[in-house]
């Protein structure tokens, strides 16, 4: 059983006039902020108003690089080699620090977004890149990766601390990866099922896969994203149903070095 969980929210995935999100709302009942850093979405004053807005509430700021492919919003499988892929990483990691910085705070964690995310839960390669690169940037930054996956595993050979994250608004594979958002069902839209999801995952560890199969699971940091419909709902009733479960929602924090 989990007695303790993080729950994170990607989101600052505006741009320009373009708004997505309530972010600021949601800011309210996560613990982690998953901030887009301009590749796959966001603006240089997105990331500096949703940084400086965490920060007064206490949120843990973390990097969410993608793909630079603002057009398929990160998630379309881009080819990528290592050395490009970790100097993406870098660039982005590096820009948001350096907003955090400005607000008088500190970067904490870095959560890939989308296809890197996916492609790097699998490749080995890729996964040690992004793993090197949070290393180089701050060896004491937390990486977030898919719970069973490369990336974790990268983490761990390069002696990066890592959280292995699960889903409240995802479905699963047989396998433990996520269902692929072009297949119907891959997001839980309906916050019972939600809700019911969160709480085996936390206390028992598992998760039903669409192919009805067991799956078992290590919740560090819990993440519902911020372009979710009605995600705002989805964290403050999650957050709700945590505490009644006794477990503690408080943040992975960064190791000092």
């Not at 965490?54 to 881009?78: I, S, T």
Request: hydrophobic letters at 45%.
């Amino acid at each position: 059983m989990t007695t303790q969980i993080d729950l994170n929210c990607d989101m600052g995935e505006s741009f320009g006039p373009w708004k997505m999100g309530n972010d600021f709302a949601i800011l309210e009942h996560v613990t982690s902020a998953n901030i887009a850093c301009g590749f796959h979405a966001g603006d240089p004053q997105t990331m500096r108003e949703l940084v400086r807005a965490a920060l007064e509430k206490g949120v843990m700021v973390g990097a969410h690089p993608g793909f630079p492919d603002l057009v398929g919003f990160g998630r379309r499988n881009l080819q990528a080699t290592p050395p490009e892929t970790y100097a993406m990483v870098v660039y982005q990691v590096g820009a948001l620090a350096g907003f955090a910085a400005a607000a008088g705070g500190r970067l904490n964690h870095v959560k890939a977004h989308g296809a890197l995310y996916n492609m790097a839960a699998r490749d080995r390669a890729l996964a040690e890149a992004i793993a090197q690169a949070v290393h180089d940037v701050d060896p004491g930054l937390v990486l977030f990766g898919l719970a069973g996956s490369e990336m974790l595993a990268a983490a761990d050979r390069l002696g990066v601390r890592a959280a292995a994250e699960v889903f409240g608004d995802r479905t699963y594979q047989d396998d433990g990866s996520l269902t692929p958002r072009r297949q119907a069902g891959a997001m839980i839209e309906d916050v019972e099922v939600s809700v019911a999801q969160v709480k085996r995952m936390a206390l028992q560890g598992m998760v039903r896969s669409t192919g009805g199969k067991d799956v078992p699971v290590k919740a560090d940091t819990l993440c519902v994203h911020g372009d979710q419909p009605g995600a705002l709902e989805f964290v403050s009733r999650i957050r709700a149903e945590l505490a009644a479960a006794g477990i503690q929602v408080r943040a992975p924090s960064r190791a000092e070095r």
